[in-house]
Antibody
């Protein structure tokens, strides 16, 4: 059974940093691209970032480019999102999601999410 | 960036009735379109990919159609567990983009 478990969400001040983690199990982690999708309170879904299976290829939404870094440790079956220079508008539930295939950009499994609140 | 527009924002339907949700892309996404269902407090769940292929375990009452810029999600006979928010997502090009969602509520 595929499981994705996010952690690391917290209350952080504007300008601060936070690192999210996503522990994956139930599939061959290194064979699948992964991504982060966020949802601000009461709002819709917004794709944030994606990474290929080896970690060599990464993509970012313009809203986070230059501030967020996606990475993965295939030896630990873990996905990360390093978030720097956080802003109030980054407040959201952050979901880790597994991409269905290398060539497909849709997500077939999602974690339950971790809440990031950016506020002074 | 491809903008995805969903309509209506809210759809009021009685149990047992048919619901049709629309999703429009600002430019062609071919058939690279997915639909997700999200219930309050839960993560999204994949329903449809490739515009019309049902994901594993999804009931046959859910069907998707369309290609290019116009897409539909049809729920043939609404069950109580189907009342939720539905999102479309294009994966034809980066950045990946989602529609704003359609809330299906009980009439």
């Amino acid at each position: 059974e595929v499981q994705l478990l996010e952690s690391g969400g917290d209350l952080v001040q504007p300008g601060g940093s936070l690192r999210l983690s996503c522990a994956a199990s139930g599939f061959t982690f290194s064979s699948y691209a992964m991504g982060w999708v966020r949802q601000a309170p009461g709002k819709g879904l917004e794709w944030v970032s994606a990474i290929g299976g080896s970690g060599a290829t990464t993509y970012y939404a313009d809203s986070v480019k230059g501030r967020f870094t996606i990475s993965r440790d295939n030896s630990k079956n873990t996905l990360y999102l390093q978030m720097n220079s956080l802003r109030a508008e980054d407040t959201a539930v952050y979901y880790c999601a597994k991409r269905a295939a290398v060539t497909s950009g849709y997500f077939d499994y999602w974690g339950q999410g971790t809440l990031v609140t950016v506020s002074s | 960036e491809i903008v995805m527009t969903q309509s209506p924002a809210t759809l009021s339907v009685s149990p047992g009735e048919r619901a049709t949700l629309s999703c429009r892309a600002s430019q062609s996404v071919s058939s690279n379109l997915a639909w997700y269902q999200q219930k309050p407090g839960q993560a999204p769940r994949l329903l449809i990919y490739g515009a019309s292929t049902g994901a594993t375990g999804i009931p046959a009452r859910f069907s998707g159609g369309g290609s290019g810029t116009e897409f539909t999600l049809t729920i043939s006979s609404l069950q109580s567990e189907d009342f939720a928010v539905y999102y479309c997502q294009q994966y034809n090009s980066w950045p990946l983009t989602f529609g704003g969602g359609t809330k299906v509520e009980i009439k």
